[in-house]
Structures are given as C-alpha cells and as structure tokens.
C-alpha cells in the first residue's frame, strides 16, 4: 500500500468513526425521548394544546420557570406521535451540544427521517435565535418547537426570528385545572362576558357537583405551579425555582453580572416585604446600593420572570413607575414572606394573575380596586356582607360560593382559562 492508499484508507476510517459516532448519539437521543415520552402522563391536559396553530414551522413556547413547558412538550409527542421517531425531544442541558450545533443536529436528525425537533430550554444555547433561523431557511421539512423563558422577548427583541415563529405563552394552573385535578370533574372555561353575564348559573352549576370554596385556599397557597404534586416541599421547591428563576432566567437571558445577582434578590424581597403598593425607588436604590434608572430596569426584569407584576393607571406603562407592584401569584406570597399575608392583597393577586392572560388591568379609580381593559371598574372584596353596593361597580366577593347581579365570587374568575 503507498502513502496516498494509506491516506485515504485513514480519512475512510476516521469518516466510518464520525458517522458510527452520529449514529451512536442519534440513537442515544432517541432512547432518552422514547423513555421520557413513555414515562410522561400530564395530570391536566393544557388548553393551550388546542389553541396552537401546529402546522406553523416555528414554534415559541415561553413560561416561567415550573409551570411544566417540559411536560407540556413531551405531552404533544405522545398524543401526535407515540412512538414515531419522526419526532425528537432534546434538552439544550445536553453537554452534546457544547461541542455541536443545532444546526448540525438538524440536519442528522432529517437524514434520519425526522420531521418535528422539540428543543427544550433552547435559551442555555449562546447564538440560539440565529440557528433556528438557519433551520428554517435550509430544512423546509423540518419543524422546529421550542421552549424558553418568559423572560425571552421573541417578537420584540429578536429580529433574527420575526416574522417566522409563532409564540405562545404557557401558564400555571388555573383554579378551574387545579379544581378538575383535585375533583375529577371536566369543568369548562368561561370568557370574563360569560361570567359577568352569567355568573349566578355558572356557579350553581359547579356548585351541583362540587363546593369550590372548600379547595380554594388550598389553589392560592400551592395550586398554581403543577410541581405541587411532587412529593417534596412545596415551599421550599418553590423557593429554589425562584432562586433559579433570578440565577439563570434573569442573568443568563439578560446577560448581567453575577455579581449583580445579590442585589436583584434583596429588591425582590423588599417588594415583596412592601406589599402591594407603589414603589419608593430612591429608598430601593439605596437599600440595594445602586441608581434608580437600574432600580427600575430590575424590576422590568421581575416582571418579565413572571416574579411580580406591575400596575398603573390608565394610559400609563413602563419606563413609568407604576402605581403598585404585586407578586404575580399568591403561592409566591405564601413562599417568600408568609408572616404578613394579607387576605385582601392575596384576594387582589389572585383577581390580577387570573385576569392577566386576555385583560389589561389598571389602578382603580377611588373605590374601586382595578379598571379592567379600560371600561370595567372593580372592586375586590374579602367580605360580602360589608358591601355597600354600586351598580356601576362590579364586586368580586371572597368566600362567596355564589353571587348576586353585579356581586360575583371571587373563585369563578379561576375559570377564565
């Protein structure tokens, strides 16, 4: 054999190890995405299921962190294709792709027969946005859905992306899910018209099968992430998604030092120490040594992890202070300051969260709680019979199981999704 026989002879074996190696990892995916796929049985079928277009070629699903966009995922591939390898899961936690790129995947994975790459936690990939788009130019075959953080900004801040990827947004159970859970029942959803038109027939038809108020404080302590059905602490679980919440989905995403990272979870506490109420910026800045301007911008980035939510009055958003900042769910209330929870701030974050999906909501007006998408003035209240009535508000009764005219339990705005 010459030199240039022996040459090739090496490049052919060593091209023979690459492609045996591909195989091998392809293989190894697809084992990890048939025992996840095999071992994935989702308490609450999602509606959001439903409500995605799944024949668009780009798929954005954002959430917070433990709302279960993992579970949601693994969920479509056992309903839409079982067993099929025409489909794959991959976690970007895989350190194979430190050494590899999306791109390079896709492609193995279309000469493997795939059509549909559910890619999880795409944000841990750096220069992810870019790839995806060179994907969807190069593999007009290929599907591609991916999950990321609420904290991605897909439409507003990713030019790579706009235009192609449709984006969706996962949510934490609603009472009406954590309801069915816990009850066995099939409840539907209502739109904030059906309730405010029809809310006395509603409730008695959910009161024929079942009290909501006997789960109701069970859902505003641990009922809003699905992470409550582990058998672990529900609180101190919680605590560390929070923390992971800070750690990666902030600092990763929003690229800021880790040794910022203190400060962001001290401003985090003191808010939530505050109660809802409108923040004192310069005495935050000075608690957590730094400027107002980085005071505000940190609390954007809170509201973007789904942390708190801000509100102002009409006509009025950020860069603006608002006029009240709010945890964005009672179970973070309970988990990160449970000695002062009051019943009508835990009242008032149920009412904002539950309504925060398909409403806008604003500071009330004297007397009211919430102006809701500009035209519906509430009013939230802990005691019914306290209540003295005006009928061009609408009341939102705690431990009410049933309303009267413009007086509607608090409970069934948990069944707006």
């Excluded at 003035?377 to 009928?391: E, S, W």
């Excluded at 005219?405 to 999704?417: A, D, E, K, S, T």
């Amino acid at each position: 054999m010459n030199i240039l026989q022996s040459l090739l002879c090496k490049v052919d074996n060593y091209n023979y190890l690459c492609l045996d190696n591909k195989r091998m990892f392809m293989e190894a995916f697809y084992r990890t995405h048939s025992y996840l796929v095999e071992h994935t049985n989702a308490s609450v079928r999602r509606d959001l299921m439903d409500e995605i277009d799944w024949n668009d070629r780009l798929i954005g699903i954002k959430g917070t962190r433990g709302v279960g966009k993992t579970t949601f995922l693994l969920q479509y591939a056992k309903e839409r294709f079982g067993t099929d390898r025409s489909c794959l899961f991959i976690n970007m936690n895989n350190f194979y792709f430190s050494g590899h790129t999306i791109i390079e995947f896709a492609e193995e994975f279309l000469k493997n027969g795939g059509k549909v790459l559910l890619i999880d936690q795409v944000f841990k990939y750096p220069n992810w946005s870019h790839e995806l788009r060179i994907c969807h130019d190069r593999f007009p075959g290929l599907k591609i859905v991916f999950t990321g953080s609420s904290v991605m900004r897909l439409k507003e801040e990713n030019t790579e992306l706009s235009g192609i990827v449709k984006s969706y947004n996962l949510r934490g159970f609603s009472f009406r899910e954590f309801l069915n859970l816990q009850t066995g029942n099939n409840f539907p959803s209502y739109s904030l018209e059906d309730i405010l038109s029809n809310h006395e027939q509603i409730a008695k038809t959910v009161l024929s099968k079942v009290r909501p108020t006997d789960y109701f404080q069970d859902y505003l302590h641990h009922g809003f992430y699905p992470f409550f059905l582990e058998k672990r602490n529900f609180s101190e679980n919680l605590l560390k998604t929070m923390n992971m919440m800070v750690e990666v989905d902030i600092l990763l995403i929003k690229q800021i030092e880790l040794k910022y990272l203190s400060k962001i979870k001290k401003l985090l506490y003191l808010l939530a120490v505050d109660g809802p109420s409108a923040p004192n910026v310069s005495h935050l800045a000075t608690e957590i040594e730094t400027s107002r301007a980085t005071v505000m911008n940190y609390i954007k980035y809170l509201a973007d992890a789904r942390l708190i939510n801000m509100v102002y009055p009409k006509g009025e958003s950020f860069p603006k202070k608002p006029s009240k900042i709010m945890m964005h769910n009672t179970n973070l209330m309970y988990s990160i300051y449970p000695v002062k929870v009051e019943e009508q701030d835990v009242a008032e974050t149920f009412f904002l969260n539950t309504l925060y999906k398909d409403h806008v909501l604003n500071k009330g007006e004297k007397g009211t709680s919430f102006l809701v998408d500009e035209k519906i003035p509430f009013k939230i209240c802990t005691d019914g019979f306290k209540v003295k009535n005006n009928p061009a508000i609408t009341y939102a009764i705690h431990r009410a199981e049933i309303g009267r005219g413009n007086q509607i339990p608090l409970w069934l705005f948990g069944f707006l999704y």
